[in-house]
């Protein structure tokens, strides 16, 4: 939670064209920066892992497709489903999975540094990328 804040990027940045600039799933990459908050992507596909950010919300903006996150709260676990154009916000503290049967693509609004798995995790599988966000090539 302590990272330098990065300056925001000099030039626009189009989603479009940054998305299809990489192949990884569940591997965002920061296109922007604004004050000590990264804006990624990410190529979603599958499942990612039950994870949980003590520290920070988590805000979700579906680019396309269809993200599901599930969510284990007090009252008990619900999963909520984003189309296209919609956000949700993951509170602090709250274990969440998120996960995409058909593909999406997404954009993560948190506080650079965020580790993308969270600060406690279950056993993290191969095709997800524990990161706080790869540079855009
Ligand atoms: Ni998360």
Not at 15 to 20: G, V
Not at 48 to 59: A, G, I, L, Y
């Amino acid at each position: 939670m302590e990272s330098p804040a990065t300056p925001p990027r000099r030039e626009p940045v189009a989603l479009a064209e940054a998305l299809a600039s990489f192949a990884e799933l569940w591997s965002p990459r920061i296109v922007t920066t604004v004050n000590d908050y990264d804006v990624r992507v990410a190529r979603v596909e599958g499942e990612h892992v039950w994870h949980t950010h003590d520290h920070t919300d988590e805000f979700f903006l579906v680019l396309d497709g269809e993200l599901s996150i599930a969510l284990r709260e007090p009252e008990g676990e619900r999963t909520v489903t984003l189309s296209k154009g919609s956000v949700f916000t993951v509170p602090r503290g709250t274990e969440h999975k998120p996960s995409a049967p058909a593909g999406a693509s997404i954009l993560l609004f948190e506080p650079t540094g965020t580790m993308s798995v969270g600060d406690r995790h279950e056993e993290v599988p191969g095709h997800v990328d524990a990161t706080t966000g790869h540079a855009l090539s």
